[in-house]
Nanobody, 121 residues
Framework: QVQLVESGGGLVQAGGSLRVSCAAS????????MRWYRQAPGKQRELVAT???????NYADSVKGRFTISRDNAKNTLYLQMNSLKPEDTAVYYC???????????????WGQGTQVTVSS
């Protein structure tokens, strides 16, 4: 019913920038909070940043001041602007969203398939 598709990952040198996107589509009535997670090889998935429907944001300490989460509600799209990238930012980046669909009064959490970000030293 709802699909989240990430894009924009790739290879970048340390100190560089990259922006990843997450487009939501399907039977969407409304989207509440949206989030970016990441998972490095051999590590647990960790929460990177959250943005509420009112635009308020929260960040993991490891990315504060370097990453910016934003959303375009008209396009149902989530973004993560990543600046001053470090090799330790290398991971698969996943988005998720709390979505109320047009066919239910409940809110469900959907995940994207992930996009690889690799930062070389």
């Amino acid at each position: 019913q709802v699909q989240l598709v990430e894009s924009g990952g790739g290879l970048v040198q340390a100190g560089g920038s990259l922006r990843v996107s997450c487009a939501a589509s399907g039977s969407i009535f409304s989207i509440n909070a949206m989030r970016w997670y990441r998972q490095a090889p051999g590590k647990q998935r960790e929460l990177v940043a959250t943005i509420a429907s009112d635009g308020s944001t929260n960040y993991a300490d490891s990315v504060k001041g370097r990453f910016t989460i934003s959303r375009d509600n008209a396009k149902n799209t989530l973004y993560l602007q990543m600046n001053s990238l470090k090799p330790e930012d290398t991971a698969v980046y996943y988005c998720n969203a709390d979505v109320r669909t047009t066919t239910s009064n409940y809110v469900f959490r959907y995940w994207g398939q992930g996009t690889q970000v690799t930062v070389s030293s």
